[in-house]
């Protein structure tokens, strides 16, 4: 008898592994319940998770209207981000989506734009009706007189009464024709087929720019990458061009960027970390990890370690000195603790964190997002350490991934904190004292800009001022606020 197959756990790696032989609708509340459940939770693995169904519902996308795949896309993250709203990351990535099939959508527009402006171009009949007749010349007492020349005034003087060409002799040649000048009322759109002419006469009704004009040739005018696909400018795309193939390409890349994105942050340690440090960090972040150990390769360093009680300190201990145990991915296993690699590891309670920071060189922490203005929300216990360092004037270095950073603005704090078993605090057995008091665990700080002096995320370091602008670059205006 063959044995049965035994049940797999929910999660990331269940979900992985059903996504591709389940229905889209089923792989969509699958991942909703998993959300919901917190069996799918930190910001790494609810990315994944996101971006492998965001390439799922594209590719069984059977209508070829960009404007509809848009709409479709919208409504799958509206769902994931209402049925699990402190997981920012799920919404990082479907915007990230957004702004892939926008940008594939401009570039075909603006592809079919030019090869129309090229044909159009090319296939015009050259009719001598098509140039313009030649523009009357100026009359020649117009020129007669000079300011060069030191002469008395043009009337009623030896130099008015004669003519240009007493004054400015040519040689017997043919005459030539001089090229039309260009006034306000000359149509552009003829005047492309012949070489512009401008004149002194006419600078001041020249006018500066003839996209938005009617009688603009297309093509003419170099479109801006960020300009925002209005409805009707989705409307005039050719739908015929199926964009899906070009669309799970791009998701495909993001894919990879999550899967190297611990990698390329740790190229950064060495240019960080020095000989002889003492370095504080807080919670078991599978990157602050790997940036230790980059470091240890080819530095001698000692690290203090808060444990992170209640939430975190098991995994932390596992973090220092190993133990069996599978983490978030379910198939992806810590390399190895930081005391094999040579690394002087030193746990303290958190009460101990403000005693010893005088003696810390430096404080990297990891975080569970980077919202616009800088802030980031890391786990229980970030913000003390911050707000220590700031009293002892130590740089806080934040290590992060790109896919973190989010377009949200924190207007309410409160809002982005998630509290945990308020029993691990206190123990439900002390019936009586529990009672009289209220006992919150809360999960996540909020830490301000300004108690952050360095990000590196796998782009290199910035400053919190300087996160605008890779927001800027991965997000689109349009695509901010998911619900509308």
Do not use: W
């Not at 209508?63 to 799920?90: F, K, M, S, W």
């Not at 402006?117 to 090319?122: L, R």
């Not at 927001?471 to 349009?478: F, I, Q």
């Amino acid at each position: 008898m063959a044995p049965s197959a035994v049940p797999m756990t929910p999660g990331l790696a269940s979900f992985l592994k059903s996504i591709r032989s389940r229905p889209v609708e089923t792989s969509i509340e699958n991942l909703i319940s998993l959300l919901k459940r917190r069996q799918i939770r930190s910001s790494r693995p609810c990315a994944i998770a996101t971006a492998h169904l965001m390439r799922r519902v594209v590719a069984t996308f059977k209508i070829t209207d960009v404007a509809r795949l848009i709409e479709r896309v919208q409504q799958v993250g509206q769902r994931l981000t209402a049925a699990q709203p402190r997981e920012i990351a799920v919404g990082n990535i479907v915007r990230r989506v957004l702004g892939v099939i926008r940008e594939e959508a401009e570039e075909d527009r603006d592809g079919e734009t030019n090869s129309f402006s090229e044909a159009n171009s090319d296939s015009r009949p050259h009719t001598p009706g098509d140039t313009l007749s030649p523009r009357p010349g100026l009359q020649s007492t117009l020129t007669t007189f000079s300011p060069l020349r030191h002469g008395t005034s043009p009337t009623g003087s030896p130099i008015a009464s004669r003519s240009s060409d007493d004054l400015f002799p040519t040689p017997d040649l043919e005459p030539s024709h001089r090229p039309p000048l260009l006034t306000s009322h000359i149509s552009y759109a003829v005047a492309n087929t012949a070489p512009m002419a401008t004149s002194m006469f006419s600078l001041l009704s020249h006018p500066v720019s003839h996209a938005n004009s009617p009688t603009a040739t297309p093509g003419t005018s170099s479109p801006n990458p960020k300009n925002s696909l209005t409805s009707h400018a989705l409307a005039n795309l050719n739908t015929a061009k199926d964009l899906r193939a070009e669309v799970i390409e791009g998701i495909e890349e993001i894919i990879d960027e999550l899967d190297q994105v611990d990698d390329q942050i740790a190229g950064y340690a060495l240019e960080h970390i020095h000989s002889n440090e003492i370095i504080l960090t807080h919670t078991s972040s599978t990157t602050v990890q790997k940036f230790l150990l980059r470091a240890a390769t080819k530095r001698k360093f000692t690290v203090i370690h808060a444990e992170s009680f209640p939430n975190n300190h098991e995994a932390t201990h596992a973090t220092v000195v190993g133990s069996e145990g599978e983490d978030d991915l379910g198939t992806e296993l810590f390399s190895k603790p930081l005391t094999a690699a040579g690394i002087t590891v030193i746990v303290i309670p958190d009460a101990a964190v403000f005693a010893l920071m005088s003696r810390v060189n430096k404080v990297i922490l990891g975080t569970h997002v980077v919202l616009a203005n800088g802030g980031l929300v890391a786990a229980a216990g970030a913000k003390t350490i911050a707000q220590a360092a700031r009293v002892h004037r130590t740089p806080v270095v934040v290590v992060t991934g790109v896919y973190k950073l989010s377009p949200i603005y924190p207007f309410d704090f409160e809002s982005l904190i998630e509290y945990g078993d308020a029993s691990k605090v206190f123990g439900y057995e002390d019936g009586d004292l529990v009672e009289k008091v209220d006992v919150e665990n809360p999960l996540f700080d909020y830490v301000p800009a300004e108690l952050v002096d360095l990000y590196i995320t796998n782009l290199g370091g910035h400053a919190p001022s300087y996160l605008y602008r890779i927001v800027s670059d991965h997000y689109r205006t349009e695509d901010t606020n998911l619900a509308r």
